[in-house]
């Protein structure tokens, strides 16, 4: 049964806005925002990448200021001049990307900002620490607090921030897709988390493109497009077509392109790619137009054996075949002259430099073809530039802006535009379209059919059962470093997939 708190209907909601603005020179990138979360509720806040979610969670956490408009907490009306200010005011953000130090312990990190001390002024460690073991007691964390965070996995270290929102008075948590890495049980048990967190009367702002996410934990929602307000109301109410076609202003009808499949020649091959620890007898071959689904759950090997293939790290046996002729790639220099692109999961720390300029990351791969001798091309960097960021629609001030202000799902466009650029015969795709909404999706989507229709051969590596299967000609499933399941599109359903993931499934990769 869930316990539901009790919620009284008269009390001023924990937190109300009313007609935020927000800007930058040149773009309004919020206008006339306004909603309240009420205690012991779940509020979806829905847009596509660049709508102003991520801005908003600043300016609720204390990052940025207002322009216009009002923040209540309360009943009270608040400004918030700093980060702490906001914490303080019992606001907690956990983010996507979790932001801790690996090289401290889970306590350390619960409590950095707001140590508790003695009455001798000494910083109490055991009282930390007992006190940390006691919310992952009540989250059913199968670790301590004196683990060292280096030691777990994304799943638990987004515990060990819901963990730091609990060790504070938070009246409000702030989850921006806490889902985006974390496999279908690490889902299941992050909304049980929710419902605690409802249960003690917490309200609750959940950032999420995934619809079955929002329809399973959310009580209201709330939708921006361009920076504006365009609805908001009761879960119950509606569905997931109102809520795509109040997102991008239009419907989207299937999300997966029509692909006439004319697989070419072969262009990769793939014999007996092994290492010591983490995959092993990886064969394959690619053909050119061809799109390869990669599948297998979190553990089983496929980023690592690709990242190897890409030069990333060294395999310790294998063969490589490029148009029929045997490769040497040592690294990633080598994989790109072979005409490799690998797009990685990781797009904050393998896939850009947060600090570079738009520019600066799109031509980061393919900087000979933007120089001149030992000269950049300034003029070349930007046209190059200009033309990803219209073919993908990024969303930002201008081509100089730092690509770490940029939203999540910009971030992902760039990424993978850098890696247009070079031009490349091969594209490794590593979960790219993780963190992007509907729309970002589809026009990825769209730009996969076109670059196969020119002969691109792509591989695809995806958590996403329904992108596996709507976009794959073929689709490998990996489990326990191997393949273990070889399915053409007409072969492949949810279940013989799954199961074959879990290892449930004889192998039947002859």
């Not at 990138?29 to 979610?53: H, S």
């Not at 953000?93 to 350390?108: G, T």
């Not at 419907?251 to 290492?275: C, H, K």
Request: aromatic share 4%.
């Amino acid at each position: 049964m869930t316990i539901e708190p009790m919620v009284d209907s008269n009390e001023p909601p924990v937190l109300a806005l009313s007609g935020v603005c927000k800007r930058f020179p040149g773009m309004t990138v919020l206008q006339g925002v306004g909603f309240t979360l009420r205690r012991g509720e779940v509020t979806a806040l829905i847009g596509e990448n660049g709508a102003g979610k991520s801005t908003l969670v600043k300016i609720l956490t204390g990052i940025y200021g207002l322009d216009e408009g009002e923040i209540c907490v309360g009943g009270q009306s608040v400004h918030f001049a700093s980060a702490r200010a906001a914490w303080a005011a019992g606001i907690t953000a956990i983010h996507q990307e979790p932001v801790m130090f690996d090289e401290l312990s889970v306590a350390e990190n619960v409590f950095m900002g707001h140590m508790s001390v003695t009455g001798a002024g000494l910083v109490d460690w055991r009282g930390m620490q007992d006190r940390t073991n006691e919310i992952l007691h009540l989250l059913e964390a199968g670790f301590s607090a004196t683990t060292p965070l280096k030691l777990l996995g994304v799943a638990e270290k987004h515990l060990v921030e819901i963990a730091r929102a609990l060790s504070h008075d938070s009246r409000v948590v702030i989850m921006d897709e806490p889902t985006a890495a974390l496999s279908t049980r690490e889902v299941d048990d992050l909304i049980r988390i929710v419902g605690r967190l409802k249960a003690q009367g917490r309200a609750i702002l959940f950032i999420s493109h995934k619809f079955e996410e929002i329809f399973r934990i959310a009580d209201r929602w709330v939708c921006l497009r361009d920076g504006r307000q365009v609805g908001s109301g009761a879960i119950a109410d509606v569905t997931s077509a109102d809520l795509v076609k109040l997102m991008v202003g239009r419907s989207i009808g299937n999300v997966f392109p029509t692909r006439e499949t004319a697989v070419g020649e072969p262009t990769l091959q793939v014999d007996g790619l092994s290492n010591a620890t983490e995959f092993a007898d990886l064969s394959f071959v690619l053909h050119k137009g061809e799109i390869l689904g990669l599948y297998g759950l979190v553990g089983s090997g496929r980023s690592e054996a690709l990242q190897a293939l890409f030069g990333l790290s060294r395999p310790t046996r294998g063969v490589i075949r490029i148009d029929g002729k045997v490769v040497a790639i040592h690294s990633p220099a080598d994989a790109i002259a072979a005409g490799l692109a690998y797009v990685p999961e990781d797009r904050q720390t393998q896939g850009a430099v947060l600090a570079f300029s738009i520019v600066e990351n799109v031509t980061l791969a393919s900087l000979r073809r933007h120089s001149s001798g030992a000269f950049l091309m300034r003029d070349r960097e930007t046209a190059t530039a200009r033309s990803v960021a219209e073919r993908f629609a990024v969303k930002a001030r201008n081509l100089d802006q730092a690509l770490g202000d940029l939203s999540g799902g910009n971030q992902q466009k760039v990424v993978i535009g850098k890696w247009i650029a070079t031009n490349p015969r091969i594209l490794i795709l590593d979960e790219p379209t993780k963190g992007i909404d509907i729309g970002s999706k589809a026009a990825v989507h769209a730009f996969m059919a076109e670059l196969t229709a020119a002969g691109v051969a792509i591989i695809l590596i995806s958590s996403e059962l329904p992108e596996v299967m709507g976009m794959s000609d073929s689709i490998l499933v990996m489990h326990e470093g191997r393949v273990v399941r070889r399915l053409t599109r007409a072969e492949a359903t949810p279940e013989l997939i799954v199961t074959a993931a879990a290892g449930t499934l004889e192998s039947n990769v002859a």
